[in-house]
């Protein structure tokens, strides 16, 4: 080659620098490994699941925190239910033992006793309340529902179960009226207990059999609520007809009978053998009577309206 086709060194730098430029150029225009394309608008929702789905997963771990301390509170109640309730039954026992030995001897009548052992049964009958409740706070980990369209818990009939105790509880202050009054009656006998307090006590015990056969209705309206007979307002609207009407007879008697003894100490009164102050306190009892009769026949109203 000859001198004048030689390439200068300013040359060769250049072409170097042309070449190399080249080279990077070629490489970014080739296709960029394969990736399975996605596009934009699936990527944003897969996004917003993935955000939801770790919300939701907060949410519930929240709630399981947020009801778990529940729980354990709920439960802690009903256990301290239960043990002061067994040990009020352990000590009411233990007052019928000392009875009954005192009266094998005639220390005391055997009419006591018999309220005695009435009373055990009747903390006993406490006691069994109280577990149960124990059983459904375990279950649920909230207050026990006596609502008579609560649902059952894992199949399970809390709201009976409690109605039937409740029942079982009236049944026994009744026997406790009862044997109250075969003692009032011997003391009718001898002129210690007048006509007006038998009639009284006697009042009393009415009103403690209408309280047991609304308790009969309610586990009926249960019973047929459970068996799909009766919707949950019906069901409702039923239940509290069911307490109106009882709160209606229980104010009808009482209001009744306040009005006998007002009658009866305002002829005291002008014998001049009670005060003015103990007739103006009667009359103030009476007065409220009246008023929650008022009360109770328009609750009775209202609901049947609503029926």
Do not use: C
Not at 58 to 75: G, L, N, T
Not at 152 to 173: P, Y
Not at 195 to 224: C, G, P, T, V, Y
Request: aromatic share 4%; glycine share 4%.
């Amino acid at each position: 080659m000859s001198e004048m086709y030689e390439p200068e060194s300013r040359f060769l730098e250049r072409l170097e620098w042309q070449l190399s430029s080249e080279y990077r150029r070629a490489n970014r225009l080739k296709s960029a490994p394969k990736k399975i394309a996605v596009p934009r608008g699936a990527m944003a929702v897969a996004l917003m699941a993935g955000i939801m789905l770790t919300g939701v997963a907060v949410m519930k771990a929240a709630d399981y925190v947020k009801d778990s301390w529940r729980k354990k509170i709920e439960v802690a109640r009903a256990e301290t239910d239960v043990t002061l309730k067994k040990a009020y039954y352990e000590s009411t026992k233990e007052m019928l033992s000392q009875a009954e030995m005192q009266a094998s001897k005639g220390l005391i009548r055997k009419d006591e006793v018999r309220e005695m052992k009435l009373a055990a049964e009747k903390t006993e009958l406490d006691v069994k309340r109280s577990l149960l409740n124990l059983e459904e706070v375990k279950k649920t980990g909230q207050v026990p529902r006596n609502e008579l369209y609560a649902p059952k818990v894992g199949g399970r009939d809390f709201v009976s179960e409690r109605l039937k105790i409740e029942k079982q509880e009236m049944e026994l202050e009744l026997k406790l009226f009862e044997n109250h009054l075969k003692r009032l009656e011997q003391l009718a006998e001898n002129k210690m207990v007048s006509e007006d307090q038998m009639k009284h006590f006697q009042a009393d015990m009415e009103s403690q059999k209408i309280k047991i056969e609304k308790i009969k209705e309610r586990l009926e309206l249960r019973k047929r609520f459970l068996a799909g007979e009766l919707t949950v307002q019906t069901v409702e609207i039923q239940g509290r007809i069911t307490i109106a009407e009882r709160n209606l007879k229980l104010a009808e008697t009482k209001v009744d009978t306040m009005k006998k003894e007002f009658e009866r100490l305002k002829n005291l009164e002008a014998q001049g053998v009670v005060s003015q102050r103990e007739i103006t306190g009667l009359k103030g009892a009476l007065d409220a009577a009246q008023a929650e009769l008022k009360l109770a026949a328009l609750e009775l109203d209202v609901l049947k309206k609503v029926k």
